[in-house]
């Protein structure tokens, strides 16, 4: 291979591609887009509905309902506003009894509660709820009853919420806390216990995450455990994660176009008349590498100022972004090759098109597994994905972002599969590019493609 | 030492065999004219001497060498199928190539290229501005900077106006001077008789002449009669001793049988018609071209005509 042939090419389609409208707009627009969607919603989340919540309660105990309508009241009291500006940070919960459900049973039951659907559907409530007459005392479940067959709910020893809301019900999550205290205090009272006296019986105590103790390897001090946040723990691996994928495929997408452009235009062969067909399929990845360490870059730089103005730069580890690097390079060096490789079988720029998913898989598939992996960083499924090359640099990546990190020996396995994998797909790439890439009319079959790729 | 030496080289696609065992020496120095039909094999052939493709038999060496890849620095070639990328302006896009293929600025020589070729003035505009001919001019200059050792041209007179093409001739003629080794292919037999040192025809992927001028027109000898006579074309047809005769208009040429005596067609020509002028020669190339690729039901149409 003669590198200068490489290096001019590389040189041309880089400074051809950073120049287009298209690239510029790009980097100008992605990050707008994305900014402006956090402060669209941060705007919004500053502005929230501060409608009335209005609840129906059919409450068959006669004391749970009285346990939750005081607490919204406590609630209310305490949260609605800000105490220094008066002004109303979050909407009321309001809570009726609706006695007249409460009373009812069997059929009579089901007409109160459509008449109590029926005003959720004209918008006078947002749900009711129902409270089953034995939740105190739930009767004990039948003994007889067969393993593996689904056990029914009894309704009499449950509580029902019913709404035609969507979305994330705040009021439902609220409820919880209040319900089962309200049952606890009753169940207390039953007892004798004085409740209003011993409120440390039902206070709640929150469970703060922390990071491990580490000692200092040069000082030998221990440092204390740090306060770890839901941003740290998530938003930061995903972030990362999200912006390989976006760089990756701003990087390698336009190489398919590209490509078949050259391939269309009746420019190929004037290049093959000067480089080989590894050497003008090598240029062409390096240049597109080179556009998405330009546009990378840009972006790094960008994400670090945003996190040091908003105050969260400490929760940036730091380590990670070598390897960001790395996995970054090696990606765009698979995706490259094998959208020059799918380019040089295409004809028109709709043949280009069609395939353009096919080449996005790497990029896409990982997406769907990004909650598993965050939920189990370290289970079976999340090591043995991320340890499949065309997965492996978002799903490592994802993984070493994560505050438990990932046992040493991973990312250099990764690595090493990944670089293997990515020399492979240059190889089995540049022997379809040399077959297709003077070839017109039809695009090839899958099978075609991998016989070229094997026997070249 | 020989500029390209072909031996036994098969290319095939599919079913189809476009290159069937074809051997060929191209001299250093020389102009080699590639003519045959569409789809006989001639680009092909130039593909695989440019080592875009791969012959599935035989050997290609280039000054020697027997791996092309060594020598493609020293190859200028001009594709068929023109394409230039539209967006960049003719200076940058000649330093583009010229540096692709030798590794180190061009500037210079695209600025003598550019005055030789009268397109210095559009050095600056961006290629989708040019015209058909202009573009074919700068793909020219691609190919020829820096100067090759060898250069391939597959049809580089198409479509170019009588100047322009006056002017790629007078280059390629230059080059050769310089001790460049030409090879182009044409459909222009007029050009390839004028022109080259050596022609070869190849037809359904096989070698059918390969020479000088002179010595294919030897091996079909004198079996051409150019005549003019008064009155049209009917008065020469049905003459005893020819196979074929085409109207060129003012001049018809007849193709004698093998073995027919001229003066016998003279006296059979002067017995109907007035003849103005009678000339024995050897026939075109353009006719040996026809009488190659010629389908042979239509060559028996023109004898019994």
Same mark, same amino acid.
């Given at each position: 291979?003669?590198?200068?042939?490489?290096?001019?090419?590389?040189?041309?389609?880089?400074?051809?591609?950073?120049?287009?409208?298209?690239?510029?707009?790009?980097?100008?627009?992605?990050?707008?887009?994305?900014?402006?969607?956090?402060?669209?919603?941060?705007?919004?989340?500053?502005?929230?509905?501060?409608?009335?919540?209005?609840?129906?309660?059919?409450?068959?105990?006669?004391?749970?309902?009285?346990?939750?309508?005081?607490?919204?009241?406590?609630?209310?009291?305490?949260?609605?506003?800000?105490?220094?500006?008066?002004?109303?940070?979050?909407?009321?919960?309001?809570?009726?009894?609706?006695?007249?459900?409460?009373?009812?049973?069997?059929?009579?039951?089901?007409?109160?509660?459509?008449?109590?659907?029926?005003?959720?559907?004209?918008?006078?409530?947002?749900?009711?709820?129902?409270?089953?007459?034995?939740?105190?005392?739930?009767?004990?479940?039948?003994?007889?009853?067969?393993?593996?067959t689904t056990k029914k709910t009894d309704p009499n020893a449950s509580v029902s919420y019913y709404t035609n809301?969507?979305?994330?019900?705040?009021?439902?999550?609220?409820?919880?806390?209040?319900?089962?205290?309200?049952?606890?205090?009753?169940?207390?009272?039953?007892?004798?216990?004085?409740?209003?006296?011993?409120k440390d019986l039902t206070a709640s105590i929150p469970i703060e995450g922390l990071s491990l103790v580490e000692r200092d390897v040069k000082t030998g001090e221990v440092h204390e455990a740090r306060k770890r946040s839901e941003l740290e723990g998530f938003l930061v691996p995903f972030g990362l994660a999200m912006i390989l994928a976006m760089i990756v495929m701003v990087g390698s997408a336009p190489m398919l176009q590209n490509v078949t452009q050259d391939k269309s235009q009746r420019i190929v062969e004037t290049l093959l008349g000067a480089a080989s067909p590894f050497e003008l399929m090598t240029g062409?990845?390096?240049?597109?590498?080179?556009?998405?360490?330009t546009s990378s870059l840009l972006y790094v730089i960008a994400g670090a100022v945003a996190v040091n103005v908003m105050g969260v730069a400490g929760l940036l580890p730091l380590s990670i972004i070598p390897w960001f690097y790395i996995y970054l390079l090696a990606d765009v060096v698979m995706l490259c090759s094998f959208a020059a490789a799918l380019g040089a079988c295409c004809s028109t720029p709709q043949d280009a098109q069609n395939l353009a998913v096919v080449l996005l898989l790497p990029c896409i598939l990982p997406m769907f597994m990004l909650v598993t992996v965050l939920r189990q960083p370290n289970g079976t499924i999340a090591t043995v994905m991320s340890l499949i090359p065309p997965f492996t640099p978002i799903l490592m990546l994802l993984r070493q972002a994560m505050p438990n990190g990932v046992p040493a020996w991973q990312p250099w396995v990764g690595l090493v599969c990944v670089l293997a994998f990515a020399i492979g797909t240059v190889w089995a790439a540049s022997r379809i590019f040399r077959v297709a890439i003077l070839m017109q009319g039809k695009p090839p079959q899958l099978a075609e493609m991998l016989r070229w790729a094997m026997k070249g | 030492m020989d500029a390209v030496q072909i031996s036994h080289v098969t290319r095939t696609f599919g079913n189809v065999t476009a290159v069937d065992d074809l051997s060929l020496i191209v001299p250093q120095g020389s102009i080699y004219g590639f003519i045959g039909p569409n789809g006989s094999g001639k680009t092909t052939t130039m593909r695989m001497i440019v080592n875009i493709f791969y012959p599935d038999s035989g050997e290609i060496r280039l000054f020697g060498n027997s791996r092309p890849e060594n020598s493609s620095d020293l190859i200028g070639y001009l594709p068929e199928e023109r394409g230039l990328y539209q967006k960049m302006t003719v200076q940058a896009l000649l330093e583009f190539y010229g540096e692709l293929r030798s590794g180190?600025?061009?500037? *210079?020589? $695209?600025?003598?290229?550019?005055?030789? /070729?009268? #397109?210095?003035?559009?050095? =600056?505009?961006?290629?989708?501005?040019?015209?058909?001919?202009?573009?074919?001019?700068?793909?020219?200059? *691609?190919? $020829?900077?820096?100067?090759?050792?060898? /250069?391939? #041209?597959?049809?580089?007179? =198409?479509?170019?106006?009588?100047?322009?093409?006056?002017?790629?001739?007078?280059?390629?003629?230059?080059?050769?001077?310089?001790?460049?080794?030409?090879?182009?292919s044409t459909h222009d037999m007029n050009l390839a008789e004028t022109m080259c040192d050596y022609i070869f025809m190849i037809f359904r992927g096989r070698k059918v002449l390969d020479g000088t001028l002179a010595s294919i027109q030897?091996?079909?000898?004198?079996?051409?009669?150019?005549?003019?006579?008064?009155?049209?074309?009917?008065?020469?047809?049905?003459?005893?001793?020819?196979?074929?005769?085409?109207?060129?208009?003012?001049?018809?040429?007849?193709?004698?049988q093998r073995g027919a005596d001229p003066q016998e067609v003279l006296r059979a020509l002067v017995a109907q018609?007035?003849?103005?002028?009678?000339?024995?020669?050897?026939p075109s190339l353009h006719d040996i071209f026809i009488r190659i690729a010629e389908p042979p039901d239509l060559e028996a149409k023109h004898a019994n005509a």
């Open positions: 291979m003669r590198t200068h042939k490489v290096l001019t090419i590389a040189k041309r389609d880089y400074i051809a591609t950073v120049r287009t409208k298209a690239f510029i707009f790009g980097l100008v627009v992605a990050p707008v887009l994305f900014g402006g969607g956090s402060i669209g919603m941060s705007f919004l989340t500053g502005k929230p509905d501060l409608k009335d919540r209005h609840v129906a309660i059919a409450d068959h105990t006669g004391v749970v309902g009285e346990a939750v309508v005081s607490a919204a009241r406590e609630k209310n009291g305490r949260e609605l506003f800000d105490k220094k500006t008066h002004r109303q940070l979050l909407p009321r919960y309001t809570f009726e009894i609706d006695a007249a459900a409460a009373a009812n049973t069997g059929a009579k039951a089901n007409g109160e509660l459509l008449a109590l659907s029926d005003r959720v559907r004209r918008k006078e409530l947002v749900a009711f709820l129902e409270i089953g007459k034995d939740v105190l005392h739930p009767p004990k479940p039948a003994e007889d009853s067969d393993e593996g809301a969507g979305g994330i019900d705040e009021i439902r999550m609220w409820l919880n806390g209040p319900i089962n205290d309200g049952i606890r205090m009753a169940r207390l009272a039953e007892l004798g216990i004085d409740v209003k006296r011993n062409k990845v390096l240049g597109s590498v080179g556009v998405s360490v | 180190r600025g061009v500037k *210079a020589e $695209v600025a003598t290229w550019l005055e030789r /070729l009268d #397109l210095a003035n559009r050095a =600056s505009d961006k290629v989708e501005t040019l015209s058909k001919g202009m573009s074919q001019k700068v793909q020219f200059i *691609a190919a $020829v900077i820096p100067e090759p050792k060898l /250069l391939i #041209l597959d049809e580089p007179f =198409s479509g170019l106006d009588p100047v322009s093409a006056d002017a790629i001739r007078s280059a390629l003629l230059d080059l050769r001077r310089h001790g460049v080794t030409v090879i182009l030897d091996q079909y000898g004198d079996d051409t009669i150019r005549v003019t006579v008064s009155g049209d074309v009917a008065t020469v047809q049905n003459l005893a001793g020819v196979n074929q005769i085409r109207d060129l208009g003012q001049v018809q040429e007849l193709r004698l018609a007035r003849v103005t002028s009678f000339s024995l020669m050897k």
